[in-house]
């Protein structure tokens, strides 16, 4: 009889805890989902095999690249200043071609210069710290350049959901697209040797453009964007312009911000020097 009396009051309040636990549960879902959204809107890159993951100690050293890509490609006659900011490899394959005058840049580049100083009332300008607060950094140190070789630089475009193909095929197709048989030989201009620094800079998807993983190499000039190694001069001028073209057309739709503005500019350029596509809705 004790026993019993005794059991029921402890039944309940094992019932009476689980009720807790678990509306607690469903009060913290809608915060969990929202973290996970959150983390979600920068897919994390992740470093091939043979590069060992470091503290993040360059981080505005990394950011300065970024912003003096972007300010070379607003710039009159500034595609040779763009291609300087690329990795060794990039820039002998690119050679004299950088050398030539751009009428198309420098005008395209003048419409966006004149378009920042309507709106913001101001020269262009990017302020690397607030611009790029929100793209995400890696930096590794290569340790075994033999694996890295074929896999860098790491796929511009992360998988995005609802595409075709599945996140093996899609590195598969990268691979094919940046290797090269100067790529195979980790000492041929590629700067792929062990104790080298790298880094990946990761935009988070913005304004219709996709999320995008910036590969980078320390040199001794400093930090430099590794593009890949398919993209000729004339089709990073290409593409530059393309991109350009599309983020003067669109001016009336760029950020109030004046560090979002500049942070999808700079997405921009570094789209056109990865040879990322815009969506065709674009």
């Known amino acids: ?23 607690q549960d469903q009060d913290a879902s809608p915060a969990a ?20 993951t470091k503290e993040v100690n360059d981080a505005d050293a990394i950011r300065s690249t970024l912003n003096s890509i972007t300010e070379a490609a607003l710039t009159e006659n500034g595609f040779d ?8 490899q990039d820039r002998n394959r690119v050679g004299d071609y950088a050398e030539k005058d751009f009428s198309d840049l420098n005008g395209v580049a003048e419409q966006i210069r004149r378009a920042w100083k309507e ?20 930096q590794g140190e290569i340790d075994d350049p033999k694996q890295v070789a074929a896999k860098w630089p790491v796929a511009a475009t992360p998988p995005q959901p609802g595409d075709a ?33 790298v880094a990946v800079a990761t935009f988070p998807a913005s304004h219709g453009a996709p999320a995008l993983h910036v590969s980078m190499i320390r040199e001794a000039g400093g930090w430099r964007v590794d593009v ?10 290409d593409n530059l312009l393309k991109h350009l073209t599309h983020v003067s057309m669109h001016s009336n739709q760029w950020p109030d911000d004046e560090n979002q503005a500049a942070a999808l500019i700079a997405h921009h350029v570094l789209m056109a020097m990865n040879g990322v596509e815009m969506k065709k809705s674009e």
């Open 33 to 52: 989902d929202q973290a996970q959204q959150k983390s979600s809107a920068a897919p994390r890159a992740s470093f091939p095999a043979g590069v060992k």
């Open 119 to 138: 709106k913001f009332n101001k020269n262009f300008e990017l302020e690397e710290k607030s611009a790029f607060e929100s793209v995400a950094l890696m």
């Open 228 to 237: 890949p190694n398919r993209l000729s001069g004339q089709q990073l001028h």
């Open 165 to 197: 193909v599945t996140a093996g095929a899609a590195e598969k197709v990268n691979e094919e697209a940046t290797r090269t048989k100067g790529n195979d030989d980790p000492d041929l201009n590629s700067n792929i040797e062990k104790g080298r620094d």
């Open 1 to 23: 009889m004790n026993s019993r009396t005794t059991w029921i009051p402890v039944a309940c309040v094992v019932a009476t805890m689980s009720l807790t636990v678990a509306a």
């Open 81 to 88: 200043d763009v291609i300087e900011r690329l990795v060794d």
